[in-house]
């Protein structure tokens, strides 16, 4: 059937609204990590400019005699020229005079005295609103005033011929910058907290958490899966209740258990009490379930023993489930915190995760967000790669789920 060019342009520009705001959203999710990730390029300066931005910028600059100054945007009267600021002068006050408002003059606030004194000091009402008075001497004469503005003055040399120099207004130089992501943040980081023994031992303590999980879950699995043998569903019904106990409720226990057996401040407790789970034993028992029982009385009628069957049958089989599994597993054991915090001292760096290095960061490091941003940088790349990474699988698992 062949459609008009009106339907086909409704067609059009419903898709480009669809787009438009799936693009909208999608910006705003991602918005917070580009923030942090740039944010972690810039020098501690640049973190906390107003109004801030988004890429990290770093002044120019020019060497002089051996010395490094920052460039600067100056208008002169030869027009505006590109000027090193040597020196930082001193504060200028801008004051109108009360009988003439049009006639300016530039003073240091030393020159300036206040009518009636700084105790009882005179006011006048100039165009609505109420001014301070003060004194100054001009022409050998002394004039009231009142303050118009401040600036602080800036002595700017010109680059190609250093002996010419002058004062201008901080205020009305821009000073020029250049883009310079600053890498050696992340050295800093490593640097300043450990965080690369941190960032060793989470890698251990995840990998291993998740190959527990997932070698547990799958031999649990199939046995309440395939395996028939007294009281198996009732065991299994009990086993799955144990996720409604929340994990506040274990702690104490579990710290009693590491206390008794010795495993406080070690890295074992990070992992043992960790390698077995009821959602993934109860995953992949319902992924089992899934499979065709022709394939595995197959396999029997064949000799295979009932372990051949689990590994060369039902794992490549149960692929999505075990991706599945394995990524939500990977993040609960990366970004654990609560447990290590009660484990593990915060003293003994040698033991740390990262999320225990994070926070001990967050006060060493205040007066510097863009290390704390490094840090954090850190931390979130690596489980973000494996989600990516491991999407497909996540997606493929999640369609299979529904059918039968």
Do not use: C, H
Request: proline content about 6%; cysteine-free.
């Amino acid at each position: 059937m062949r459609r008009s060019p009106g339907y086909r342009l409704q067609k059009l520009l419903i898709n480009a609204g669809a787009y438009l705001v799936l693009a909208v959203f999608g910006f705003l999710i991602i918005f917070p990590f580009l923030f942090m990730f740039f944010t972690a390029l810039k020098l501690p300066t640049d973190v906390f400019r107003s109004p801030p931005r988004l890429l990290p910028m770093s002044p120019q600059t020019v060497t002089i005699d051996g010395q490094e100054f920052p460039l600067y945007l100056v208008e002169t009267e030869a027009g505006v020229e590109r000027l090193a600021r040597v020196a930082r002068g001193a504060p200028v006050v801008i004051f109108a005079s009360v009988e003439d408002p049009s006639q300016t003059f530039e003073r240091a606030p030393r020159e300036a005295r206040p009518v009636g004194g700084f105790t009882n000091q005179q006011t006048a009402l100039i165009d609505g609103q109420e001014r301070k008075l003060w004194e100054i001497e001009e022409a050998g004469r002394t004039i009231r005033v009142f303050e118009l503005s401040r600036a602080n003055l800036g002595r700017f040399a010109d680059p190609a011929n250093p002996e010419r120099t002058l004062d201008r207004s901080l205020n009305d130089a821009r000073p020029l910058e250049r883009l310079d992501p600053q890498i050696a943040n992340y050295q800093r980081v490593l640097e300043l907290q450990n965080i690369d023994r941190s960032l060793t031992n989470t890698m251990l303590v995840t990998i291993l958490v998740v190959l527990g999980q997932v070698t547990t879950s799958v031999l649990g699995g199939y046995a309440f899966a395939r395996l028939a043998f007294p009281g198996r569903d009732s065991l299994f019904l009990v086993y799955l209740g144990t996720i409604m106990i929340p994990f506040v409720v274990l702690i104490i226990p579990m710290y009693q258990l590491m206390v008794i057996i010795g495993w406080v401040d070690r890295i074992s407790s990070l992992i043992l009490p960790w390698i077995f789970t009821a959602y993934g034993t109860f995953l992949m028992r319902q992924f089992f379930l899934s499979i065709p029982k022709d394939l595995e009385e197959a396999a029997l009628m064949d000799g295979a023993s009932r372990l051949r069957i689990l590994w060369q049958v039902f794992v490549p089989l149960a692929g999505p489930a075990i991706a599945t599994q394995a990524t939500f597993t990977f993040l609960y054991a990366w970004n654990s915190f609560v447990w290590p915090l009660v484990v593990i001292n915060t003293g003994n760096f040698n033991n740390q995760v990262l999320t225990l290095s994070l926070m001990v960061l967050q006060g060493r490091a205040a007066d510097s967000p863009n290390l704390v941003m490094a840090g954090t940088t850190i931390a979130v790349a690596v489980p973000l790669l494996i989600f990516v990474l491991a999407q497909r699988y996540f997606v493929e698992g999640i369609a299979t789920t529904g059918i039968k």
